[in-house]
């Protein structure tokens, strides 16, 4: 009966429980640094391909995209997404609003998968219900004024 007063495997039993506990804190908080990273970086490149297109965008009919100011902006949003580290898929979408409108507002969309190792965590920084697999749906959006020269009025 002496050995079930024993206080020496205590720790041992302790340190058994908190051990997984702690990793699963400590991965998940890279976890959802990694996923405020992607969502920074995708919100970047809304505004850069937003910004590209309206800087850049040539003049069309009614209703449809320029093609070198689509192609630029797609390129953009392209070279900026390519900086995260770690693979994931990336979608893109740009809208302008039909000539006759005075705005002349560009907006694009884009959205990246990003990984997720720790189940939950994505729902932390996302506010899209997609997942695709063991990964979460981040998506940026920008907004932007195209200036009309003179040039541009006729």
Do not use: H
């Amino acid at each position: 009966m002496r050995w079930l007063r024993s206080r020496r495997g205590g720790a041992i039993v302790e340190t058994a429980v908190m051990v997984p506990v702690l990793i699963i804190l400590m991965v998940g908080i890279v976890q959802v640094g990694a996923l405020v990273n992607v969502k920074l970086v995708v919100s970047e490149a809304a505004r850069e391909a937003a910004r590209e297109y309206a800087t850049y965008a040539g003049e069309t009919k009614k209703g449809q995209l320029c093609p070198e100011g689509l192609a630029r902006a797609t390129s953009r949003a392209a070279d900026i997404v390519s900086s995260i580290p770690y693979g994931g898929g990336f979608e893109f979408e740009l809208s302008v609003p039909p000539k006759n409108r005075p705005d002349m507002t560009v907006t694009v969309k884009d959205c990246y998968a990003c990984p997720v190792f720790v189940p939950g965590i994505g729902r932390l920084v996302s506010d899209s219900p997609v997942w695709e697999g063991n990964s979460v749906v981040l998506t940026g959006r920008a907004i932007f004024n195209r200036e009309i020269r003179d040039v541009d009025r006729g």
